[in-house]
């Protein structure tokens, strides 16, 4: 399971400092050992394995983009096309300010510039990055049913406001459904098939919804809204 703020309290996070030049990584590492465990990768290819050897306790990469064997772009792509690793924030290291929107585009979320003669910049920016991602994470965590991957209930009625805000042209249906007898469901083929049951049921609400505004939730056991 993924780290969150409170797990982490008591210890030091990890980071990943990718660059082909020795110096930059020596330096950076200098720099970040203050507040952080730092890992070092000379490349693309090296740190895509430290990445996935590391995937549960890596807080932030920061990344060069200019490197052999594998470049900088070729990992922002594989970060972001795998959603086991897109959890991870990527602060790019750079001196091409042509490169930020490029790297923007490709999932980063900070950028560092070259040289790195600003410590506590550097190590403001780090934790500002890794701060806003591991609250991502937890509201993420939050929002869906972690059964069938719905929102729950405070997220629905929070999202239903926003529609009815930024849509106020907009006429919605408000449905309220549950099953009848799925007490029964379950004392007769047991609990894991009723959760099958209502995973299926909440994959055919969001096939009804996709490509709509609408959105659905998972309330109580056997109970749905949809907007």
Do not use: W
């Amino acid at each position: 399971m993924y780290g969150t703020q409170t797990e982490h309290m008591n210890m030091r996070r990890h980071v990943l400092v990718v660059d082909d030049e020795f110096v930059n990584r020596q330096l950076l590492g200098y720099i970040l050992s203050r507040d952080y465990e730092v890992m070092q990768a000379e490349n693309g290819r090296v740190a895509l394995e430290l990445i996935q050897a590391n995937l549960g306790m890596l807080s932030a990469v920061l990344l060069d983009l200019h490197m052999p064997e594998v470049d900088g772009y070729t990992v922002l792509k594989t970060i972001q096309g795998d959603e086991s690793l897109k959890r991870i924030p990527v602060i790019v290291l750079t001196s091409d300010k042509s490169a930020e929107v490029e790297s923007l585009k490709l999932g980063a979320v900070d950028f560092i510039p070259k040289p790195y003669d600003m410590p506590d910049v550097i190590l403001a920016r780090v934790q500002r990055t890794i701060d806003l991602s591991e609250g991502e994470f937890i509201i993420r965590t939050m929002e869906r049913d972690e059964l069938t991957g719905l929102y729950t209930e405070q997220f629905f009625y929070e999202y239903a406001r926003q529609i009815d805000k930024y849509h106020p042209d907009t006429e919605m249906d408000a449905v309220v459904f549950d099953i009848n007898h799925f007490k029964l469901v379950n004392e007769l083929y047991g609990r894991d098939f009723g959760d099958q049951v209502l995973q299926n049921i909440a994959g055919g609400i969001m096939d009804f919804i996709n490509g709509t505004i609408g959105i659905a939730c998972h309330y109580e056991q056997d109970r749905f809204f949809l907007y």
